[in-house]
């Protein structure tokens, strides 16, 4: 456990872990993988991912439940998600078993850095795939890296469960066939900008808009967006260019098999947004962020409340992590527990 850490009001930032994992794949097969102490990597200076954007990202959370053990949520899912990324980067895939036993084995060796239950904090796994290697030209390098690191972390968004304020961006993170649907880096230094905009203008973060047409909620920065609404339907966005949130599945499930409510994926316009009594962003990092407030040009769109959490998006919330803390027993399949 780290000393004298205030694990309630611990950020999204990284700290010093004990090991972590990586493996490499040369002459068309990945090696067996071994955890090493520090976190830095060499990698040659023409590596792919330096370059072109040859990398694709992970990211899932170890769970210290209420009796000590140590489990994971939907694993399979990142994995499968990340042999997704791989295909569309023309980088080789990881098994589902390697990513598995690479995640257990990060655990295992940061056994005592998975914050205590009940702090909310929890150890935060980041698995990604490099190209590296002498390269020169456009094209797939032909020797990768896979690992995995972790830090322990806290809230993503200010506040935990306390409402945010977001405001809506007319700039991009994805084009509309692009790779918006896939967790890659490109993604993600296209979207620093427009975040950078918002924290300068006090926001939590932006929304983006669909690429094509720029008039529906496409997604929260690094998180999903879903609306209840006051007939009590859960909506979120239907789109091609969103990542497809582990959470946010998990999400439509609660809400329609415990809660009994309509689950629509469908078009969330942005000049509909009045339609909704309630409104959240949701992933992994984020959990789940009550949205207070959406500025779009100069309408201004409040929620349920600018300070306290909607009554759905609490029973959602409690739902969700109490699953995710082993307090409330899950579908099956949705936990991994580490033995
Ligand atoms: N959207 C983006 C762009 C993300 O980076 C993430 C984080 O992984 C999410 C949504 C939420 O996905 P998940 O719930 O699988 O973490
Ligand atoms: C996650 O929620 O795991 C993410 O990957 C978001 C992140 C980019 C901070």
């Given at each position: 456990m780290l000393n004298n850490t205030d694990y309630k009001n611990l950020g999204f930032e990284c700290r010093e872990t004990h090991a972590n994992y990586i493996s490499y794949f040369k002459d068309g097969s990945w090696d067996q993988g071994t955890l090493k102490k520090d976190s830095c990597l060499t990698i040659s200076a023409f590596s792919t991912c330096l370059h072109y954007g040859q990398e694709a990202f992970e990211g899932l959370k170890a769970y210290r439940r209420k009796d000590g053990k140590i489990q994971l949520f939907r694993p399979n899912d990142n994995a499968k998600r990340m042999q997704r990324s791989c295909k569309r980067l023309l980088m080789p895939e990881v098994s589902i078993e390697k990513f598995i036993d690479a995640c257990e084995q990060v655990v295992k060796a940061n056994e005592d850095l998975v914050p205590p239950y009940g702090t909310g904090a929890t150890l935060y796994l980041r698995p990604f795939i490099i190209g590296v290697g002498d390269n020169l030209g456009v094209r797939p390098a032909k020797e990768y890296i896979f690992s995995v690191i972790c830090s322990p972390v806290g809230s993503y968004?200010?506040?935990?469960l306390a409402p945010n304020n977001f405001m809506i961006t007319t700039?991009?993170?994805?084009?509309?066939?692009?790779?918006?649907?896939y967790k890659v880096g490109g993604n993600y230094a296209a979207s620093l900008w427009s975040h950078h905009i918002a924290k300068e203008n006090g926001y939590a973060d932006c929304i983006y808009l669909d690429?094509?047409?720029?008039?529906k909620i496409d997604e929260v920065g690094a998180a999903n967006f879903f609306g209840i609404t006051k007939d009590n339907k859960f909506i979120t966005p239907k789109s091609s260019s969103i990542l497809e949130s582990i959470t946010r599945k998990s999400l439509m499930h609660l809400a329609e098999k415990e809660l009994g409510m309509e689950v629509i994926e469908g078009e969330v316009f942005v000049d509909k947004l009045?339609?909704?009594t309630e409104a959240g962003a949701c992933g992994t990092a984020a959990v789940i962020s009550p949205i207070g407030r959406i500025d779009y040009e100069d309408k201004k769109y409040t929620f349920y409340s600018e300070t306290e959490v909607g009554p759905v998006t609490r029973k959602l919330y409690d739902m969700l992590t109490g699953i995710q803390y082993g307090d409330v027993e899950g579908p099956v399949g949705w936990v991994h527990l580490i033995k």
């Open positions: 968004f200010k506040g935990g700039n991009d993170r994805a084009a509309p066939n692009g790779t918006g649907s690429p094509l047409t720029h008039t009045d339609m909704f």
